[in-house]
């Protein structure tokens, strides 16, 4: 009875561990950088519209009314009442430097949409690579206390071995050091976890306490094709290369856009303007009787015209503003080549890691075996009272080792396999749900 009791307890307590794609889904929402980006996204959208409407027709409406009136010898000698209403439309007929204006803020809303597409994919890194840091510090942590159970056990051993005078005391005061350093690795394990949650939490804006691990028959693929081909793939696909091309697209647009500032702007207009006025005339004669007379007035003048205007003289400020113009072409020109050799490099270097990282992996799992085989060694051999407790003890500890650094491999690969798609350009939400299909 008792122990459905505490099964009944622990169930209740057991708060089910969160997976991958639930964290990934909520920082799509809380995610500060990515709101922001977002944000900016939407800001170069309205930058455009407003650009737009410069070109478009813009249709005003006015309206006036007055009251006057007009003494002579503190008397009233006439009053009157206006009423204006006028209405305007403007249309630009020629203004190319608005024209190219609106190209180059064109290619700066591509250019913020290719950005929002990278920082998705850098919230998919972001988030998979806190959470299998979380795991990695799990599985550090489970060797380190492992380490430490082993270590107390070979210190207890050696002290009844020096009670009875079996053991040295610089056997003792080693055995005593080696557990006194597992104590503290496994503290700052424990603190290596604490942290490495903080990382996730922050993406998320709340507390995480329990992720899913993974499973432990995850596909560890790598790049079946040349280096070369996906370099040329990359330099296609990568969206910080598109941004910058498009970027690049937006300066040649300003440039342009400077460079009409010299040419003229024609603008065509129409105004309809309508006056009402209604005037009271006094007599001003001493009577009793001074009846007003009421002299209504109408008047519409309707006016249509073309506008042409051309600088002539800007103290410098026309040549100033197309130099900056080209300026800042040259600068976008460099800022592709940066980046597309900063990519570069970065696909280069992250397709030898993944194939370093999968041999290193084969040769962990080959370790891996054995050291499994010579832990099961050992044990027989200490149940066959050929092998001692220590060498048992060690054994474990070499096998609970190549477990941890094959499992910190496996979580290495995996965010690498991660910033290599996202350096090709190719990471993609379904990743993501692929990958958390092999968590338990």
């Known amino acids: ?41 939407e800001l170069n959208r309205e930058y455009l519209n407003q650009q737009r409407s410069s070109l478009g027709p813009r249709l005003t409406i006015g309206g006036q009314t007055n009251w006057n009136e007009y003494y002579q010898d503190r008397l009233l000698s006439n009053d009157y009442n206006t009423f204006n209403y006028n209405l305007n439309l403007t249309q630009p007929i020629f203004r190319l430097d608005s024209w190219f204006q609106v190209k180059r803020l064109k290619e700066n809303f591509k250019a913020a949409e290719a950005r929002f597409a990278y920082q998705q994919q850098d919230l ?68 290596n976890q604490e942290i490495s949650f903080e990382e996730l939490n922050s993406i998320v804006g709340r507390e995480i306490t329990l992720i899913a691990p993974i499973n432990d028959d995850l596909e560890l693929n790598i790049p079946d094709k040349s280096i070369d081909e996906e370099v040329n793939f990359a330099i296609n696909s990568n969206l910080l290369i598109l941004e910058s091309k498009k970027r690049l697209d937006g300066s040649k647009a300003n440039s342009k856009s400077a460079t009409a500032r010299f040419l003229p702007k024609i603008d065509a207009s129409a105004n309809v303007n309508r006056r009402t006025s209604k005037q009271y005339t006094f007599d001003g004669l001493d009577s009793d009787l001074d009846l007003p007379f009421f002299i209504p007035t109408e ?26 113009a080209l300026l800042e072409e ?67 500890r070499s ?34 749900l692929e ?5 338990l």
């Open 1 to 41: 009875m008792k122990n459905i009791y505490l099964i009944l307890v622990t169930l209740c307590f057991n708060l089910p561990a969160e997976n991958l794609l639930e964290i990934y889904q909520e920082a799509l929402e809380k995610d500060p950088n990515f709101n922001l980006n977002k944000a900016d996204l």
């Open 124 to 191: 998919m890194v972001r988030v998979t690579s806190a959470y299998f840091n979380i795991l990695s510090a799990k599985s550090a942590l489970a060797v380190a206390r492992a380490t430490e159970k082993a270590l107390e056990n070979q210190y207890q051993r050696i002290q009844e071995r020096f009670n009875v005078g079996a053991a040295s005391k610089i056997e003792l005061a080693e055995a005593k050091a080696a557990y006194n350093k597992a104590i503290s690795d496994s503290v700052l394990a424990k603190g």
């Open 299 to 324: 008047t519409e003048t309707r006016n249509f015209g073309i506008q042409f205007s051309l600088p002539l003289f800007t103290s410098g400020l026309n040549n100033s503003q197309r130099r900056q």
């Open 330 to 396: 040259v600068k976008s020109e460099e800022q592709v080549i940066l980046i597309e050799r900063n990519v570069i490099q970065q696909v280069r270097s992250l397709y030898t890691a993944l194939q370093t990282a999968k041999l290193n992996i084969e040769a962990l799992k080959a370790s891996e075996e054995s050291s499994k085989d010579a832990l099961e060694a050992t044990r027989l051999g200490y149940e066959l009272n050929s092998r001692n407790l220590i060498d048992l003890l060690q054994a474990e």
């Open 399 to 432: 096998y609970s080792e190549v477990q941890n650094r094959l499992n910190q491999s496996v979580f290495g690969f995996i965010v690498t396999s991660l910033q290599y798609k996202q350096a090709l350009g190719t990471l993609d939400p379904k990743d993501i």
């Open 435 to 439: 990958l958390n299909k092999n968590l």
